[in-house]
């Protein structure tokens, strides 16, 4: 791997060229506390959040926006259609000091997101793409803060947008691409297509640019990462699905790419001690938060725990707990309910053969791609979609 661009971000020089991808629901402070724990050094990057409601200092999104005094680099992704308003919310993120890194999303494969003309939408209108990208870059080159992006394939087969992307971004002055080796018409279906990395690779290479290109898909084992370098040429990984409740795959990926041995699989009672230690820091993550739901109003331990149910199905998949435990933990509550079911389980209990590449969040696809009406007929850097705010329905965006 010593032909490799060597992985920094601004002035950080990464442990290992290993990126955590921003996925909507998931990646927030809490969840990035407990992957620093275990691997320091690397970039972890927030959920994403909309421009719009950056620039109108929406309550929710502000919160979202949050990082822990000991984190650093402090990594954002923004998503947005409109140019103006998307280079206004770099700006401001960057003169209010907020974040070191800013990530530019065109890759989420949400339907209410690119109905509305975002995320993986914006690559198939050239021009479009390119105004949001210089307007990002320059909103942040004044307070030396890097930009990248993340992007698929393209809408299907049939329509690719990943090279024309890549060359646009390294064009306008991004510090590094990133694409998932899925199209959006496949969501999260099939396997990754780590061949399209390569091709990537090498577009950009021949275009004489000399950013870093990041895979990422199918990464479940810390070996998938060298595999994925070895096999594309690519400088860098992003990890998404691989790491939901499975934090320490940061750690074994240092040690991978050291060339040191990886960890064997942790036992049930490790898993159970990182399992409460992230359910705490959920809880001090939403202590401040008061939130509706069905018209019953929770406080931040309830609200955290709700939140939590998801980890905790994703930190017992692969392990022998049983139909009811699992179904106990999918209903837990409060931190001390947690802390008895995780005392009733058997800590000296092993990862099944194959645990570790048991799937786990989205797996859905194929998928319908949805559009704007007429949203292919023309190609301007002009739009007036307007992207929902809502978090809890975008679909997780990592590979």
């Known amino acids: 791997m010593a032909d490799r661009i060597p992985m920094k971000i601004g002035e950080h020089e990464l442990a290992a060229p290993v990126v955590l991808a921003p996925m909507a629901g998931v990646t927030n402070a809490a969840f990035r506390s407990i992957c620093r724990q275990h691997a320091p050094g690397l970039v972890y990057v927030n959920e994403m959040v909309m421009s719009a409601a950056i620039v109108h200092r929406n309550d929710k999104t502000m919160r979202m926006m949050s990082f822990t005094h000991d984190e650093n680099p402090r990594s954002l992704q923004i ?42 939408a914006v690559p198939a209108r050239p021009a479009l793409l390119r105004a949001i990208v210089r307007s990002a870059v320059q909103a942040a080159m004044p307070f030396g803060i890097p930009v990248t992006a993340k992007f698929r394939m393209g809408l299907d087969d049939s329509f690719r947008t990943d090279r024309d992307t890549a060359l646009i971004c390294a064009d306008e002055g991004v510090a590094w691409v990133a694409m998932h080796a899925r199209t959006v018409e496949q969501h999260y279906s099939g396997d990754a297509r780590w061949g399209a990395i390569t091709q990537l690779k090498e577009v950009v290479v021949d275009a004489g640019h000399h950013i870093p290109v990041l895979g990422n898909g199918d990464i479940w084992e810390a070996q998938d990462a060298i595999d994925m370098m070895n096999q594309t040429g690519c400088d860098g990984v992003v990890i998404g699905r691989g790491c ?27 898993v159970a001690d990182v399992m409460l230690t992230h359910a705490r820091a959920l809880v001090d993550h939403y202590s401040s938060d008061v939130v509706m739901k069905k018209g019953k109003r929770l406080d931040g331990e309830n609200f955290a725990m709700r939140d939590f149910r998801k980890h905790a199905s994703w930190y017992l998949t692969g392990y022998p707990v049983g139909p009811e435990a699992r179904r106990r933990f999918s209903l837990v509550s409060t931190i001390s309910e947690l802390e008895e079911l995780l005392a009733s389980l058997d800590r000296s209990a092993q990862l099944v053969e194959g645990g570790a590449r048991i799937r786990r969040g989205h797996t859905n696809g194929p998928i319908k791609v949805a559009l704007p009406e007429g949203f292919l007929t023309v190609d301007d850097a002009d739009t007036d979609m307007t992207i929902p705010d809502d978090a809890q329905e975008m679909a997780v965006s990592g590979g």
């Open 79 to 120: 998503y947005g259609s409109d140019p103006a308003q998307l280079g206004q919310a770099v700006h401001m993120v960057c003169e209010e000091g907020l974040v070191d890194h800013v990530d530019l999303n065109f890759g989420c494969p949400a339907a209410k997101v690119t109905r509305k003309g975002g995320g993986a």
């Open 244 to 270: 939901l409740g499975r934090p320490w795959l940061f750690s074994d990926l240092v040690e991978a790419f050291a060339g040191r041995e990886v960890p064997a699989a942790r036992t049930l009672g490790e």
